[in-house]
Nanobody, 127 residues
Framework: QVQLAESGGGLVQAGGSLRLSCVAS????????MGWFRQAPGKEREYVAA??????????ADSVKGRFTIYKDSAKAKNTVYLQMNSLKPEDTAVYYC??????????????????WGQGTQVTVSS
């Protein structure tokens, strides 16, 4: 079992920045990919970004490219993933979920079911 704990959500004005963090605990082999998804009110959960366990491979949805960056701190443990969100827009308002999966990150990009989810953290962007 893998447990995921997100933090860093909050309220920010349009154009501002936030950084989300997710720590994975439990059984996390080096093959695991991690990622971020979000769900806005009345909408389906959507993929945002994914990263390999090593941190060498990253993927971002078109809607956030150039504004959001998924990364791992090379000086710290591989079980922590961050999502740096810049130039936030009101349409970025959603609950953001951390995800972990035994398959490579391109499986998340392709929409395959994810193995593990965090509890979610609310991000609200005011106009």
């Amino acid at each position: 079992q893998v447990q995921l704990a997100e933090s860093g959500g909050g309220l920010v004005q349009a154009g501002g920045s936030l950084r989300l963090s997710c720590v994975a605990s439990g059984h996390t082999p080096s093959t695991y990919a991690m990622g971020w998804f979000r769900q806005a009110p009345g909408k389906e959960r959507e993929y945002v970004a994914a990263i390999s366990w090593s941190g060498d491979s990253t993927f971002h949805a078109d809607s956030v490219k150039g504004r959001f960056t998924i990364y791992k701190d090379s000086a710290k443990a591989k079980n922590t993933v961050y999502l740096q969100m810049n130039s936030l827009k009101p349409e970025d308002t959603a609950v953001y979920y951390c995800a972990a999966d035994r398959l490579p990150p391109d499986a998340m990009v392709a929409g395959r079911p994810v193995d593990y989810w965090g509890q979610g953290t609310q991000v609200t962007v005011s106009s």
